[in-house]
Nanobody
Framework: VQLRASGGGLVQPGGSVRLSCAAS????????IAWFRQAPGKEREGVAG????????KYADSVKGRFTISKDNAKNTMYLQMNNLKPEDTAVYHC????????????????????WGQGTQVTVSS
């Protein structure tokens, strides 16, 4: 089981970027997925997730209306589209999956997930 994240970089405030996370060794369609981020000196924060059972998505309040999580089953890849980026979005972003079907309150909790990608840096700065 492997997750490989890509797509980070330097973005100006108000800009957009799409992160990708390619899965190998398992079929992403059967898994719950999520994106987390961690800024220096801060705890890992759940950003967005999709539960495999009902396929409902959940977002952190700080990114609602700006970020969109999705997956392409044909490509076995998950994405995080990030729009209207702000300096406070600067962090290392990690993708994560679990074969479980988490309860709603735990979708954005890091302990819910047992497979993690290596992380990709997103820096929002002018």
């Amino acid at each position: 089981v492997q997750l490989r994240a890509s797509g980070g970089g330097l973005v100006q405030p108000g800009g957009s970027v799409r992160l990708s996370c390619a899965a190998s060794g398992f079929t992403l369609d059967y898994y719950s997925i999520a994106w987390f981020r961690q800024a220096p000196g801060k705890e890992r924060e759940g950003v967005a997730g999709i539960r495999r059972g009902d396929r409902r998505s959940k977002y952190a309040d700080s990114v609602k209306g700006r970020f969109t999580i999705s997956k392409d089953n044909a490509k076995n890849t998950m994405y995080l589209q990030m729009n209207n980026l702000k300096p406070e979005d600067t962090a290392v972003y990690h993708c994560a999956t679990t074969s479980g079907n988490p309860i709603w309150s735990s979708i954005l909790q890091p302990q819910t997930y047992n497979y993690w990608g290596q992380g990709t840096q997103v820096t929002v700065s002018s």
